[in-house]
């Protein structure tokens, strides 16, 4: 099995920022992508950020230029670099992995537990 956690949220005042991080573990072969996805009251989940294993990333339109993701290969770690946040920012933020496992390297998606992010203006 495969586990994910997540850390670094918290209250944040609008213009600031924080780093999320979540860490991989458990019978992982290898991770393909990974991504953050943000889930506010009453809305659906929605990518934020993805990259690849070879370090390709994706944003939302409503993030970029603000936020940056990036991963640690060897820790299996996946952070996202949140600048210039704004209150509409605020939501509960959740990783993503799709983990290479198995004996034909079938690719199975985890999540982690979600960090709350909270932006005060």
């Known amino acids: 099995q495969v586990q994910l956690v997540e850390s670094g949220g918290g209250l944040v005042q609008a213009g600031g920022s924080l780093r999320l991080s979540c860490a991989a573990s458990?019978?992982?072969?290898?991770?393909?992508?990974m991504g953050w996805y943000s889930q506010a009251p009453g809305k659906q989940r929605e990518l934020v950020a993805a990259?690849?294993?070879?370090?390709?990333?994706n944003y939302a339109d409503s993030v970029k230029g603000r936020f940056t993701i990036s991963r640690d290969n060897a820790k299996n770690t996946v952070y996202l670099q949140m600048n210039s946040l704004k209150p509409e920012d605020t939501a509960v933020y959740y990783c993503?992995?799709?983990?290479?496992?198995?004996?034909?390297?079938?690719?199975?998606?985890?999540w982690g537990q979600g960090t709350q992010v909270t932006v005060s203006s």
């Open positions: 458990g019978s992982i072969f290898s991770i393909n992508a």
């Open positions: 993503k992995c799709a983990v290479v496992a198995g004996l034909r390297s079938n690719e199975y998606d985890y």
């Open positions: 990259i690849t294993s070879g370090g390709s990333t």
